[in-house]
């Protein structure tokens, strides 16, 4: 079955040191996103990404980074000088048109600083 | 831009009465809305969207939504609500400028039983 699988599923991030947070769809959706959720603020963005190879800052960029190498990839790096990354983060996808179910989420990544 | 607002926080609800979830938008444009569930800890997950036809949209696991243009509101209902309802329920509306969807803020479903 096609989706999107984020990995893992629980992560631990010491003081100072940058983590990767994995998102792979199977769906052949051209549109990737990162979100951030923390307990009653919704879903904030991140990144996103519309094609390969290109991404654009979301409302809440500073300290992330990512990658789109590839249509099936879009990666999250929480650097060092994100000082407060403890949260919920959703990966989701979208095909060009909107006759689906506009975005497809993975089932999240729950960092926690150490 | 376009938006969604989520007026309540949180809907407490007796389990078998009728669940409404209130939305509203504003949209330059045709809206397309789209609702979505979220349970703890996992990803959000399609319930309905309206993007033409009729104004009653029937979705999954017995929700339904309402397109009331005039009051630029797409509430979700359901008309007996389950204990297994309980969860956080986003509203969201497409942005035709960045064509990305712009979401609420959520509403946290209590249902008691």
């Known amino acids: 079955d096609g989706g999107i699988t984020q990995s893992p599923k629980y992560l631990f991030r010491k003081e100072g040191q940058n983590v990767t947070l994995s998102c792979e769809q199977n769906?052949?959706?051209?549109?990737m996103y990162w979100y951030r959720q923390d307990p009653g603020q919704g879903l904030r963005l991140i990144y996103y990404?519309?094609?390969?190879?290109?991404?654009q800052k979301g409302d809440i960029a500073e300290g992330y980074s990512v990658s789109r190498e590839k249509k099936e990839s879009f990666p999250l790096t929480v650097t060092s000088a994100q000082k407060n990354p403890t949260a919920f983060y959703l990966c989701?996808?979208?095909?060009?048109?909107?006759?689906?179910?506009?975005?497809?989420f993975g089932s999240g990544t729950r960092l926690t600083v150490v | 831009a376009q938006s969604v607002a989520q007026p309540e926080d949180q809907v407490n609800v007796a389990e078998g009465n009728p669940l409404t979830v209130k939305c509203t938008y504003s949209?330059?444009?045709?809206?397309?809305l789209f609702w979505y569930v979220q349970y703890p800890n996992r990803g959000l997950q399609f319930l309905l969207k309206?993007?033409?036809?009729?104004?009653l949209v029937k979705g999954s696991y017995g929700f339904e939504a309402e397109f009331n243009k005039s009051q630029t509101s797409f509430h979700l209902k359901k008309p007996s609500a389950l204990v297994s309802d309980s969860a956080l329920y986003f509203c969201?509306?497409?942005?035709?400028?960045?064509?990305?969807?712009?979401f609420g803020k959520g509403n946290q479903v209590v249902v008691i039983p």
């Open positions: 989701a996808s979208s095909s060009e048109g909107w006759k689906g179910n506009g975005y497809t």
């Open positions: 769906l052949n959706h051209d549109a």
């Open positions: 990404s519309q094609i390969v190879n290109d991404f």
């Open positions: 949209v330059s444009g045709n809206p397309y």
């Open positions: 309206y993007i033409t036809g009729d104004n």
């Open positions: 969201a509306v497409r942005d035709g400028g960045n064509n990305r969807l712009a």
